[in-house]
């Protein structure tokens, strides 16, 4: 028995031959950087998020960074985002010069608190960085009329949202820019590293063409200092096979968190919240206990993995302490920090091994729970 938080090779199994051929047709064809895997991959991806273009890149986080410079953004501007992130969020601000100014979240769902955002504007800002956490959508209605009032840019970092909607529309196409990871673990993984930056703008995605490829237009013709940051052919290949199976993958998700929902509700453990008019794809599915270690202690006893996203926020995180925060600074995001659990999470969960967790669960806080 137990319960593995992530196990990627049942996935795998389901998919080999299909995979293993679009792998063999660009080893056949030799186009191992960028190539027509990749474009058709772009093309596919963007009109699944409902865009008009798409370019991929290497990782999650240079498709942050060059949206960011496709913005514009650079040296002495700030950048409005949460400190409850993976550190690429603020590590991407970082490249480009900019400074990353936080501000909190929001206590039922976990993202951009819309009410801190204005008392964080200064002259330098220039954007606005909301992360669409866990797999759940960002409040990016009020958020979107913010940057519009002070001339803002907004992109997404929707590196967990893979297919999250927000009020009919998909993560990735409502602010200006729209940014993916397609590390292995995420709810669309390559096999090995990806990314891609999603726009309606033709003229931030043809920059974000050129920066990905040392800055040249054509071949040798260096127009700007730009980066190696092209996607390989093979993981096009691969991920335009798994984008097929992206929809039912995601339904699995959310069907396995309903079951949890429905074995935990009445156990006293912070679930998660989907907020209304959102469509939570569950890259995370996060719950909250004041007793955290002794959580994990007594699952793992019972063989259930679990892991913490994230156990320090950005802004106390000693690579930052440059920003001079302490503790107290964004006390939602600092306290969610020290509660989160992440439980098993991935489409290929049997409701077996759900029922096993939340026993365990449940085992916990009948002892813990007064
Ligand atoms: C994974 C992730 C990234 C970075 O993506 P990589 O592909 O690992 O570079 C950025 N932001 C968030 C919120 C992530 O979860």
Redesign the pocket.
Known sequence: MGVPFVDLKRQYREIKQEILAAVEGVFDSTQFVLGKEVAAFEGEFASYCGVRHGVAVN???SA?HLALLAAGIGPGDEVITVPL??V??AAAIGYTGAKAVFVDVDPATYTMDPGAIEAAITPRTKAILP?HLYGQAADMDPIVAIARRHGLFVIE?A??AHGAGYKGRRCGSIGDLGCF?F?PG?NLGAYG?G?LVTTDNADFARKIRILRDWGAETKYQHVVKGFNYRMEGVQGAILRVKLRYLEAWTEARRMNAAAYRKLLGDCGICLPVERAGNRHVYHVFAVLTPQRAEFMESLAERGVQTGIHYPIPVHLLPAYSELNHRPGDFPVAERIASEEVSLPMFPELADAEIEEVAQAVLEFQNVYQY
């Open positions: 990782t999650g986080t942050l992130t993976f690429a969020t992360v970092d590196a967990q990871s590390y995420k590293e990314g």
